[in-house]
């Protein structure tokens, strides 16, 4: 069973940054992909950043210029730097991790929470 574990999650003041950590129990190079997504009350889930086993990023829109997306393949942990914040970003935020065989498969952590006050 893999698990995801996360990290860094917090309160902040609007324009700080936290820095997020996933950690899968099972390598990094072993997933099609890495990434966060977040989820705020009363709203969907929504893809925040992802990085792949080639080491390809990908961002929403909204956090471009503000977020990277990185790895330590010797840590075997993926990161989200978060910088200026806005208080619309606060929200759960979910390490995902997937693999594609016959089907994709899944894999989530537990989230930490993110607020920011502004």
């Known amino acids: 069973q893999v698990q995801l574990v996360e990290s860094g999650g917090g309160l902040v003041q609007a324009g700080g940054s936290l820095r997020l950590s996933c950690a899968p129990s099972?390598?990094?190079?072993?997933?099609?992909?890495v990434g966060w997504y977040r989820q705020a009350p009363g709203k969907q889930r929504e893809l925040v950043a992802t990085?792949?086993?080639?080491?390809?990023?990908n961002y929403a829109d909204s956090v471009k210029g503000r977020f990277t997306i990185s790895r330590d393949n010797a840590k075997n942990t993926v990161y989200l730097q978060m910088n200026s914040l806005k208080p619309e970003d606060a929200a759960v935020y979910y390490c995902?991790?997937?693999?594609?065989?016959?089907?994709?498969?899944?894999?989530w952590g537990q989230g930490t929470q993110v607020t920011v006050s502004s």
């Open positions: 990085i792949t086993v080639i080491g390809s990023t």
């Open positions: 995902n991790a997937y693999r594609l065989n016959r089907r994709r498969q899944d894999y």
């Open positions: 099972e390598r990094i190079a072993s997933f099609n992909s």
